[in-house]
């Protein structure tokens, strides 16, 4: 079976930190290029940051320039998101979703079509 599972959601303080994971399955990701998107209550989802199959390409949204990095473990069929400096306003369900081609830049401004999506893990930023 074909899947992305997401782990490594959680409740954290504003300030703090978080490090998701997006683990694929029945599929090698080596060939797919791989973004984070989030959704939080009430908004629509939005690109937060994306990665070439290569990892030679990266995306970042404006709001986490700095604050987030976005790698890739091709070994362990993984993409990892290292959120640092955590904002109330980080607070969605994060997503992340695989595309066999595309550009990092149309990946994470959503103008593209994903393969496969995952499942999702909450990420709540709270004091």
């Known amino acids: 079976q074909l899947q992305l599972v997401e782990s490594g959601g959680g409740l954290v303080q504003p300030g703090g930190s978080l490090r998701l994971s997006c683990a694929a399955s029945g599929f090698t990701s080596d060939y797919y290029a791989i973004g984070w998107f989030r959704q939080a209550p009430g908004k629509e989802r939005e690109g937060v940051s994306c990665?070439?199959?290569?990892?030679?390409?990266?995306n970042y949204a404006d709001s986490v320039k700095g604050r987030f990095t976005i790698s890739r473990d091709n070994a362990k069929n993984t993409v990892y998101l290292q959120m640092n400096s955590l904002k109330t306003e980080d607070t969605a369900v994060y997503y992340c979703a695989a595309y066999r081609w595309g550009s990092v830049q149309a990946m994470c401004a959503m103008k593209l079509e994903a393969d496969y999506w995952g499942q999702g893990t909450q990420v709540t930023v709270s004091s």
């Open positions: 990665i070439s199959s290569s990892g030679g390409r990266t």
